[in-house]
Structures are given as C-alpha cells and as structure tokens.
C-alpha cells in the first residue's frame, strides 16, 4: 500500500473512533482489518496510536489555532483529518509538514467540501508557522 492509501486508511480509522467513543483503538483497527480486510503497515498502527496516545495536546494544538470556529462545531470529517495531520506534524518527524497538509487536503476535498479544505488548508498553515518545522 502507498504511503497516500495508508494515510487515507488512518484517517478513516480516526474518523470511525469518533463514533465509537468508548470502543479501544485496536479493536477498531482488528475491526478494519477483518471487515474491509485492511492490511494495517506500520505506518497506519503509528500514527492512529499516537493520535490517541496524544490527543490532549492535539485537541489543543487545534483548539488554539481556530478561527470563528470551535472544535465541537467542526464536523467529524474536518476534526479527524485535523488530528491526523497535526500528530505528523508534530509527532512524525520524518514527514515533511508541506506533505501533511496537502494530503490532508486532498482528503478532505475527497471526503467533504472545497470549503472545508480551504479552511483546514488556512489552520494547518497557521499551526505550521508556529511549530517552525
């Protein structure tokens, strides 16, 4: 599988977490493994877990970072692909910020609105100038 496909994979994992607020991560992930017979790289199980393991600071990074908007108003589709690419950006080292944010827009112009993607393209921009990688 692509780099592309496993992150699309990852961000679909998140985005069902968010639906299943009390199920373990890696029941979630057996689940996508055995349902959709999804082969889980190493990539995927790493970023999901420390999405989760970090999702404090996360949560923050995004809560800090948004403009006329609030983290619960967020749709699930734009949190989830906030999350993944915040946790590369901070947390994935040997991924280039600059490829963070165009897959996360790229994804998001494929799972929700032009709109949406404009707006995540602007808060990633802005969480990148600070984080200064």
Sequence with gaps: MTRKGAREQAFIIIFEKSFNIDAEIGDIIENAVQERDLVCDDYI???VNSVFDN???IDRTIKENLTKWTIERLSKVALALLRLSVCEMMFMTDIPNGVSINEAVELCKKFATKDDSAYINGVLGTIEGKLGK
Aim: charged share 15%; net charge negative; hydrophobic share 65%.
């Design 55 to 57: 999702l404090e600071v």
């Design 45 to 47: 199980f790493t970023v």
